[in-house]
């Protein structure tokens, strides 16, 4: 199922940003829930996921501390909260129904985020 990112925008460095993505059915229908990046010239890569009933969470770890992720069952809304962003933040940020992108096959437009002065 393609997943919808939303809430990207421009913003300082040391500002902040909440990202969500929305599901079509409960959050809980899927195993994971999780948030990748794509910076201009660079592979994508995984940010955070948020896995199963517990709403375990991991983070990369060059991420931990700053991101954190959320979600609102009654919402079917996953967040992605990001405090003392940096310009190297700066990528296009999608969420997928996976913790791993190899197991991604169908992705969602994804919000740009864009860290500068």
């Known amino acids: 199922v393609q997943l919808q990112a939303s809430g990207g925008g421009l913003v300082q460095p040391g500002g902040s940003l909440r990202l969500s993505c929305v599901a079509p059915?409960?959050?809980?229908?899927?195993?994971?829930i999780g948030w990748f990046r794509q910076a201009p010239g660079k592979e994508r890569e995984g940010v955070a996921c948020?896995?199963?009933?517990?709403?375990?969470?991991l983070y990369a770890d060059s991420l931990k501390g700053r991101f954190t992720i959320s979600r609102d069952n009654a919402k079917n809304t996953v967040y992605l909260q990001m405090n003392s962003l940096k310009p190297e933040d700066t990528a296009v940020y999608y969420c997928?129904?996976?913790?791993?992108?190899?197991?991604?096959?169908?992705w969602g437009e994804g919000t740009q985020v864009t860290v500068s002065s």
């Open positions: 997928a129904t996976a913790c791993s992108q190899v197991s991604v096959t169908n």
């Open positions: 059915t409960s959050i809980l229908d899927y195993g994971a």
């Open positions: 948020i896995v199963g009933s517990d709403g375990f969470r």
